[in-house]
């Protein structure tokens, strides 16, 4: 869950075309499908407490089975094969995000970004290939304000500012839960 409006500049946001260049010359971390960030690769032990279009809300909540805090400091995956575009306190609601960037193909030319919030700590950073499954960091509650969980994007529009978390336009976002389920691995 997220409160509050933030605004940020992302200055430590890599561009796009470090992106495209990235994914030029390391083909092999084009995404090969998709699995759950939590409990990989089944999302097992967790449940999603604030599905997409919840109280406008534009990604999913993962939170562990026990409650509370009980997922405090439990392993947060990749998603899919991608690029991590950013790696950084964003205050305010947020607290710690990762921003990852996956190719599904170059013709057509099909990409997402995956988003991944209120980390406990990072094990990333911007610039760097990650592949499906790899640890990008760990559930957290944006330094006390949330019971720990993760809140997650996929967004059909990648480079967005990070915007609030919720809102009526869902435009450039998707259900995180059903991209998954469209494209797991083969
Ligand atoms: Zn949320």
Redesign the pocket.
């Known amino acids: 869950?997220?409160t509050g409006f933030v605004s940020l500049t992302l200055q430590a946001q890599l561009s796009k075309s470090e992106t495209r260049l990235f994914f030029l010359s390391n083909p092999h971390y084009i995404s090969d499908g998709f699995d759950f960030p939590v409990g990989k690769p089944d999302a097992k032990g967790y449940y999603n407490a604030?599905g997409f279009g919840k109280n406008l809300?534009l990604?999913?909540?993962w939170n562990g089975k026990g409650g509370g805090n009980t997922d405090l400091g439990d392993p947060v995956y990749a998603c899919a094969n991608g690029f991590v575009i950013q790696a950084e306190d964003l205050g305010g609601g947020w607290g710690n995000v990762v921003r990852v960037i996956h190719v599904l193909s170059f013709e057509p030319l099909v990409v997402v970004e995956s988003v991944y919030?209120h980390l406990d700590k990072m094990e990333i950073q911007p610039g760097m290939g990650v592949k499906r499954g790899n640890l990008i960091g760990t559930i957290g509650t944006a330094g006390g304000r949330y019971y720990a969980?993760l809140?997650f994007e996929i967004r059909t529009n990648p480079f967005m500012d990070i915007g609030g978390?919720y809102s009526s336009d869902t435009k450039g976002f998707t259900d995180p839960t059903e991209f998954i389920q469209q494209n797991r691995t083969n």
Request: charged share 20%; aromatic share 0%; net charge negative.
């Open positions: 869950m997220i604030q809300h990604g999913d909540d919030a969980h809140h978390g």
